[in-house]
């Protein structure tokens, strides 16, 4: 995890009061669920304002018809060849990214970036625009199964493993139902948090997640079953949130001492221990948050925190957001812009 100011440092899609154009690059297999929940947002936008905050169009590389990996054929509006004007363009992609041999769509995206157009991808969109080296000065991600394999592609890359990353003028998501996350993100910065939720009710989603949520990679894929010691670790911090264990105990249950196991941890999750335990207990207290109505109080206890005031410091430290604006932005009582200058103050 890190603190984050992208609401500050990215840009809005299109002039604050102007359609904005979103151009929708379909690619051979992609994930139909992935598009949806990246269009729809866009149109009920739309529909609940009655004005026309978004139009978008499809494009494929050479203007045929593209199937997804469902089946279902789509008809696109443009080829890479068009001279149409779009504020952002996504890639859409699923299975098989690795695969693909498309020249022209790279050297398409290549020249929307000289443009200045924004770019994006959702599911494994991601890939292409790494390939397109249009990713490496930016924070991306992508879809868990692909992680490791992306890394090893592209070791200069910074890829997390979250459900979205806006890193100014790129927006990439992981897939099923990420994408409709980060618009969402995107109409609630634009036009308010008031309209994000009505579009969220619409869909009966439960909350917004937002950029500090991550994947729910299984650990079995993020340091493969050769690392059951390892595994059994994570497995005894997450059955002890309440009251956390020491390092000490948890190298004496797990049978290594205390400096074989944070040479695990620091190998395969890239962090030490005390961190690793400290970010399962925030991302139980931020579910806890959002999810129920108990005392931030409560919560804090209930994490393994001493008082509520330490909880606060260690919540802000890492979302840029005390826990009680979490909670009232979630619930649409805070804009963006608020917790935004709130951050730059702190």
């Known amino acids: 995890m890190r603190a984050r100011n992208e609401l500050e440092e990215s840009p809005m899609i299109g002039q604050a009061n102007a359609t904005a154009h979103i151009g929708f690059y379909l690619v051979p297999q992609f994930s139909m669920i992935a598009f949806a929940s990246a269009i729809e947002p866009l149109r009920m936008a739309n529909q609940l304002t009655g ?61 929307l970036d000289k443009a200045g157009t924004v770019l994006g991808a959702v599911c494994t969109g991601t890939h292409l625009l790494a390939r397109a080296e249009l990713l490496n000065d930016r924070r991306c991600t992508i879809h868990w199964e692909n992680l490791a394999s992306t890394r090893e592609q592209f070791p200069q890359l910074v890829i997390s493993p979250e459900l979205f990353e806006i890193d100014k003028d790129r927006y ?93 941890f620091q190998r395969y999750l890239q962090c030490v221990p005390t961190r690793y335990y400290l970010e399962l207990r925030l991302e139980r207290a931020r579910q806890l948050l959002l999810q129920t109505s108990m005392p931030i109080v409560d919560i804090a206890l209930a994490c393994g925190f001493i008082s509520a005031p330490h909880f606060s410091k260690c919540y802000r430290d890492t979302f840029s957001i005390p826990p009680r604006d979490e909670r009232r932005r979630a619930a649409g009582l805070l804009d963006d812009s608020v917790v935004t200058k709130a951050t730059r103050v702190s």
């Open 172 to 264: 990439t998501c992981a897939g099923g139902t990420a994408p409709m996350d980060m618009l969402l993100c995107e109409i609630r910065k634009k036009h308010g948090a008031d309209l994000a939720t009505r579009i969220s009710e619409q869909f009966m989603c439960e909350r917004i997640r937002d950029q500090n949520d991550r994947q729910r990679v299984p650990l079995t894929q993020r340091i493969g079953a050769s690392q059951p010691k390892l595994a059994e670790a994570v497995s005894l911090m997450e059955a002890n949130i309440e009251e956390p264990m020491t390092l000490d105990e948890l190298s004496h249950h797990v049978g290594l001492s205390r400096r074989q196991l944070e040479r695990l």
């Open 51 to 111: 004005s026309q905050h978004y139009r978008w169009s499809l494009i494929s590389s050479d203007g045929q018809p593209v199937t997804c990996s469902n089946g279902i054929t789509m008809a696109p509006h443009f080829d890479t060849k068009t001279r149409e004007r779009f504020d952002a363009v996504f890639v859409c992609s699923g299975v098989n990214i690795h695969r693909l041999d498309d020249e022209p769509g790279i050297q398409w995206l290549k020249q």
